[in-house]
């Protein structure tokens, strides 16, 4: 019944900037910690940041920690994902998705379900 939808993406140039979305319908959304993952062509599917129920504790994989802060408004049912300095290597599809595990944190794609649709953010040179 977990319905999330990302928006945001698109074609920027390196260095620059882009704010993407995740909304969730159908439940209550603080129920929920949340993950963003993403998926380069011909590359498994990789973890990216993790947020808790309240927001109160986030983490980062290497690659992005210090650039991609995520954060969520849960009176808005909305997580976010502010991407700077962008880098081509981060050119991927983003998905984000509800944590479901028994142990948190989780930075496992395993451990995470009602997966959105995905956005394109594709980085140039």
């Known amino acids: 019944q977990v319905q999330l939808v990302e928006s945001g993406g698109g074609l920027v140039q390196a260095g620059g900037s882009l704010r993407l979305s995740c909304a969730l319908s159908?439940?209550?959304?603080?129920?929920?910690?949340m993950g963003w993952f993403r998926q380069a062509p011909g590359k498994e599917r990789e973890f990216v940041a993790a947020?808790?129920?309240?927001?109160?504790?986030?983490y980062y994989a290497d690659s992005v920690k210090g650039r991609f802060p995520v954060s969520r408004d849960n009176a808005k049912n909305t997580m976010y994902l502010q991407m700077n300095s962008l880098k081509p290597e981060d050119t991927a599809v983003y998905y984000c998705?509800?944590?479901?595990?028994?142990?948190?944190?989780?930075?496992?794609?395993?451990?995470?379900?009602?997966w959105g649709q995905g956005t394109q953010v594709t980085v140039s040179s």
């Open positions: 998705a509800a944590f479901y595990g028994r142990n948190w944190p989780s930075f496992r794609a395993y451990d995470y379900g009602s």
């Open positions: 159908g439940r209550k959304f603080s129920d929920y910690a």
């Open positions: 947020i808790s129920w309240s927001g109160s504790a986030s």
